[in-house]
């Protein structure tokens, strides 16, 4: 852990797991409370009417896909797409944020997080049980707290490998293989949209975290083996942005859409 994040790590009550991440959620959009995507302070006291995000690889397959295909007027192949793009962003946004602003990571397996359709603004609103668990370097003040859930791991290394196993191993990879054996779409296009997501959201967090951004997203996505997928670029601002090496299929929508960072253009 840095110099940096250990005080930024020190500055907050050891007793929260996830405080840096909400932190960080208020930085970016002012509000940790008011996100479209996430539940307020990304955690669900009362599990009543949500469904751990497992069931997202079988019984509501459908109902991601249909919500997507209306929302976007899309074909199913383009709607797939979409809905796993969005899905992507906040699922892994919690985690990223985590790793990049306290190296605190709270693991977002499929039995982890919760979901449920009822918001009418995003498509599926994502949230964290109460007793999720945070993985943590030795150095963080919750190492010695005793929390319950709190998983010491020995380096950065571990870490990144806790991160990689619970987004990815143990939630989103199922839902891939779920989404491609239901839709002609190739797990690539896929995992540039999972690539894209990460880096961006380090990137619109930026000026809440520290350390370099391109650093943080090579690390991130090195432990998802999707480095290839993407590329930084310096935008017209001076800072970095996004360039994807697969498409969302966004442009092929009724009303087309082609994305900043786009392949196609």
């Given at each position: 852990m840095t110099s940096t994040t250990?005080?930024?790590?020190r500055s907050r009550p050891a007793d929260q797991p996830l405080v840096p991440v909400t932190t960080t959620l208020r930085a970016m959009f002012g509000?940790?409370?008011?996100i479209p995507g996430l539940a307020p302070d990304l955690v669900v006291p009362d599990l009543a009417g949500w469904m751990p995000a497992a069931r997202l690889t079988d019984a509501h397959l459908e109902t991601l896909l249909d919500n997507a295909s209306r929302r976007w007027n899309a074909q199913p192949h383009a709607a797939a797409a979409l809905a796993w793009k969005a899905y992507t962003y906040w699922l892994t946004l919690p985690a990223v944020l985590g790793w990049a602003s306290a190296r605190r990571v709270p693991l977002l397996s499929a039995t982890d997080a919760v979901v449920h359709f009822d918001d009418p603004r995003p498509l599926v609103t994502l949230g964290l049980r109460p007793d999720t668990p945070v993985a943590v370097l030795p150095g963080?003040?919750?190492?010695?707290?005793n929390h319950p859930g709190v998983r010491v791991v020995a380096d950065e290394t571990a870490l990144l490998a806790e991160f990689r196993r619970s987004v990815f191993d143990e939630h989103l990879g199922p839902l891939l293989d779920a989404i491609h054996s239901k839709v002609r779409l190739g797990k690539r296009t896929l995992l540039g949209s999972l690539a894209s997501g990460v880096a961006y959201g380090v990137l619109r967090s930026a000026d809440a975290l520290p350390g370099s951004s391109a650093e943080s997203i090579d690390k991130l996505l090195g432990s998802l083996g999707v480095r290839d997928l993407i590329e930084l670029y310096p935008s017209h601002h001076g800072k970095l942005d996004v360039r994807r090496k697969t498409c969302c299929l966004a442009f092929t929508l009724p009303k087309p859409k082609v994305c900043p960072g786009c392949c196609i253009k």
């Open positions: 250990l005080e930024l790590s509000t940790s409370t008011e963080d003040p919750l190492a010695l707290t």
